[in-house]
């Protein structure tokens, strides 16, 4: 199994970034693909951003050119920046791992992005 838990979240102005954290624990060794993803309220949950074992990235395009996923394999943590955030930015945050272990798929508790000026 595979343990996730997100930091980083928080409340920006308009124009402000966000550098969001995710610590993974567990059968690290089985995952392929780590992602981010992020949930408003009244929406479907959307992927934001991936990155593979290989480094391959893959991003949304209405985050594309602002997000940037990253990958600190020493220390087991995958982070999102996010510059430029707007008011549309604000949701929860949610990391997320796939891999081949039971279950196949990982989610952490989420960490709120508040956009407010």
């Known amino acids: 199994q595979v343990q996730l838990v997100e930091s980083g979240g928080g409340l920006v102005q308009p124009g402000g970034s966000l550098r969001l954290s995710c610590a993974a624990s567990?059968?690290?060794?089985?995952?392929?693909?780590m992602g981010w993803y992020r949930q408003a309220p009244g929406k479907q949950r959307e992927l934001l951003a991936h990155i593979t074992n290989s480094g391959t990235t893959n991003y949304a395009d209405s985050v594309k050119g602002r997000f940037t996923i990253s990958r600190d394999n020493a220390k087991n943590i995958v982070y999102l920046q996010m510059n430029s955030l707007k008011p549309e930015d604000m949701a929860v945050y949610y990391c997320?791992?796939?891999?081949?272990?039971?279950?196949?798929?990982?989610w952490g508790q989420g960490t709120q992005v508040t956009v407010s000026s």
């Open positions: 567990g059968t690290l060794f089985s995952v392929h693909t």
């Open positions: 997320n791992a796939r891999g081949d272990y039971p279950g196949g798929v990982s």
